[in-house]
């Protein structure tokens, strides 16, 4: 059967791009390998029948803010958002939080209180995001070069302080924050912030990284979907479904052909071919795409070569817990946060991002956790909690920086070991953690691709999020958008810019230069000609 578009992969992006194409008109077809949709955007029961676990992401800043999902009015198909009583904590060592709040003024009192004077250069910082930030965001989130955000993020900056400005957003994390606040509060909100992505943070981008989050916190918050991350893809899909679209799981696509330099056929594990009319988005991994779907003769030598020298992020560990009473904090905050970082300070943070780096299993592991019953109380009964952390690992191991126990092959023997690991340290800052738990389940790096083909090795973000794997250097130099050197397929995972985060750009990028290549070839004869 012959399609306009067929779209691999049925993640976020790839939802999010067959959606575009089908509001245009086009007749879509949507093929995912697992069975169900939503990539890394799902949840489940699997730890304790009462309680949803979100299976890989869980908080949504990014879609919250995105113009792509707010295009498609969601809500219509039963999308509704929950927030945590505070954004984000971080328990230091002398037992205070610093806290994050969606009201900016209630975040600096509390730095303030902590260390006099931060709460005034907080807001400060807050000030000086608000000329820059929607601007920057909307160039972030649009394709390479961002043309008209990019004009009005140039003029902002003219007004917010010019080169030094620039000169902010560009330092490392480490120097960003010593040089803006006297207390360790301040600073662990924008470092914690800064290690979602695998920039270290005495590198160029952390800064903004850390930044680009914290702001957001501020402006959107960290939403969940009621019911669970689930229901953020669900949404996706109903509306596709609803208006036209097909979509077919357990349908692993091992093929794109190729015909007169044109995506022509995309061909599923049962030997099947879907003829894509006008177009191919691949929802998949730079690599996988040029490395395994596509044959290496239709390709030009350099994106061989480079996709060689592609760098992954590092890979993950990931437990959820079900907890019969909430998290046992010393000293909780008064608001209950839905997003809790551990680590004693920036010091800590940035030494265990740096072991990974450097290719060690971190000794003292920094974690990102989710409270999911605090941010949305359907997700489990009441008083208990739906819990999880994770944290990276190298994709390479060299060695244990910790008590050596953990060789890096990341079998069961090995997640287990550094579950315990992780767990020791929520021990240390909420006592008697373990007593509460009913269950817990440890996803590691195999886990997580063999949930998502995507998270390879546990990646998280479709490749590194470091400058050197960004903008126009992504996924391969001299490209930096959703054109490949195949015509008529178009690159719409992570892997693309802008790279890692629920957002649906990468797809809505893809998706949009489809459209716009067909109305080129419609409008030019010569160049509508196709092979059928």
């Known amino acids: 059967m012959s399609w306009d578009a067929v779209v691999v992969g049925a993640g976020p992006n790839g939802l999010v791009a067959a959606n575009r194409l089908l509001d245009a008109g086009w007749a879509v077809l949507l093929l995912e390998a697992q069975p169900t949709v939503g990539g890394a955007v799902r949840s489940d029961r699997d730890v304790h029948p009462d309680f949803v676990h979100d299976t890989f992401s869980a908080f949504y800043p990014l879609a919250a803010s995105s113009p792509t999902i707010a295009s498609f009015d969601l809500a219509e198909h039963g999308l509704e958002w929950s927030h945590a009583p505070s954004v984000l904590g971080h328990p230091l060592r002398d037992g205070s939080w610093a806290v994050l709040h969606r009201e900016r003024t209630a975040t600096a009192a ?97 800064g903004l990284m850390g930044l680009l989050l914290a702001m957001m916190g501020q402006t959107v918050g960290f939403p969940v979907p009621c019911g669970g991350a689930g229901e953020l893809t669900g949404a996706l899909a109903r509306r596709f479904v609803a208006n036209g679209g097909t979509i077919r799981t357990d349908a692993e696509v091992t093929g794109i ?85 551990i680590a004693d300070d920036v010091r800590d943070m940035s030494e265990a991002l740096a072991q990974v780096r450097a290719g060690a299993v971190p000794a003292k592991p920094f974690m990102l956790t989710g409270q999911m019953t605090t941010a949305d109380p359907t997700r489990s009964p009441g008083g208990t909690e739906s819990f999880w952390a994770y944290s990276h690992v190298p994709q390479e191991t060299g060695h244990d920086a910790g008590d050596g126990g953990i060789t890096g092959r990341w079998d069961r023997d090995d997640c287990e070991r550094f579950a315990d690991r992780m767990q020791a340290r929520l021990e240390e800052v909420a006592p008697g953690f373990g007593s509460r738990i009913l269950a817990r389940r440890v996803l590691g790096p195999r886990e997580l691709e063999a949930r998502d083909a995507n998270l390879a090795g546990g990646a998280l973000n479709g490749g590194t999020a470091q400058l050197q794997q960004q903008l126009v250097f992504r996924p391969v130099p001299g490209l930096g958008r959703a054109e490949t050197p195949v015509k008529a397929l178009y690159l719409g995972s992570a892997s693309a810019h802008p790279g890692g985060g629920v957002h649906g750009a990468c797809g809505d990028n893809a998706a949009r230069a489809a459209l716009a290549h067909d109305r080129v070839d419609r409008l030019v004869p010569w160049r509508a000609a196709r092979p059928v």
């Open 257 to 341: 052909q190729v015909r007169d330099g044109r995506a022509h056929t995309v061909v599923t594990a049962d030997g099947e071919g879907h003829r894509a009319i006008r177009a191919v988005v691949a929802d998949v991994l730079a690599p996988a795409l040029y490395t395994r779907l596509l044959d290496p003769a239709v390709l030009p030598g350099r994106v061989l070569r480079s996709m060689q020298r592609f760098e992954l992020d590092p890979g993950t560990v990931k437990v959820d817990w079900a907890l019969d009473r909430q998290v046992p904090w010393t000293d909780g905050p008064e608001l209950a946060s839905g997003t809790v970082h």
């Open 110 to 206: 509390g730095l303030d209180e902590l260390h006099p004077g931060d709460g005034e250069a907080w807001l400060e910082l807050c000030a000086q995001w608000d000329r820059i930030g929607p601007h920057l965001v909307g160039s972030l989130l649009t394709p390479f070069p961002p043309v008209r955000s990019g004009v009005a993020l140039l003029s902002a900056l003219r007004t917010a302080g010019g080169l030094d400005t620039v000169r902010m957003l560009l330092t490392p994390m480490v120097d960003l924050a010593r040089e803006r606040f006297g207390g360790e509060a301040a600073r662990v909100l924008l470092a914690g912030n800064a290690g979602h992505a695998d920039i270290p943070l005495e590198a160029p981008g952390s």
